[in-house]
C-alpha cells in the first residue's frame, strides 16, 4: 500500500531550523525523483524541491535556495529537507511526494503533510 507520511514540522522562530522526514513505503522510491513541496496558508501549492532517483540532482525553488537541503535515503525509503535560516514566509503544510506527483486512481495522492509555523 502507497504511503506518504511527513513528519518534522513545528513551531519555529525565524532564523531556526528543522528537518522534515518522510516515510515513502509501498513503491519503487529507489527509482523515483522525489520532492517537497508546500502549501502557504490561503495559497496555492508549490514545489520546494526535487531528488533524483540515485540523489546525484537537486532542484530548489529560488525563494528556498542556500536555506535548504534535500537529501534522500534510498535503503530507509525516506527523504529529507533540512531547513535554515526559516523566515515567515516559510509558513506552510509541506509534503513530500514523487515529481511529479503519485497518481491513484485518476488524482494526485498526497499524505497529510507536516505543519511549519515560522513565528517569533
Known amino acids: 500500500q502507497v504511503q506518504l507520511v511527513e513528519s518534522g514540522g513545528g513551531l519555529v522562530q525565524p532564523g531556526g531550523s528543522l528537518r522534515l522526514t518522510c516515510a515513502a513505503p509501498?513503491?519503487?522510491?529507489?527509482?523515483?525523483?522525489m520532492a517537497w513541496y508546500r502549501q502557504p496558508p490561503g495559497k496555492e501549492r508549490e514545489l520546494v524541491a526535487d531528488i533524483t532517483s540515485a540523489g546525484g540532482t537537486t532542484h530548489y525553488a529560488d525563494s528556498v535556495k542556500g536555506r535548504f537541503t534535500i537529501s534522500r535515503d534510498n535503503a530507509k525509503n525516506t527523504l529529507y529537507l533540512q531547513m535554515n535560516s526559516l523566515k515567515f514566509e516559510d509558513t506552510a503544510v509541506y509534503y513530500c511526494?514523487?515529481?511529479?506527483?503519485?497518481?491513484?486512481?485518476?488524482?494526485?495522492?498526497w499524505g497529510q503533510g507536516t505543519r511549519v509555523t515560522v513565528s517569533s
Open positions: 509501498g513503491f519503487t522510491f529507489s527509482s523515483a525523483t
Open positions: 511526494n514523487k515529481h511529479p506527483p503519485l497518481r491513484l486512481a485518476g488524482y494526485n495522492y
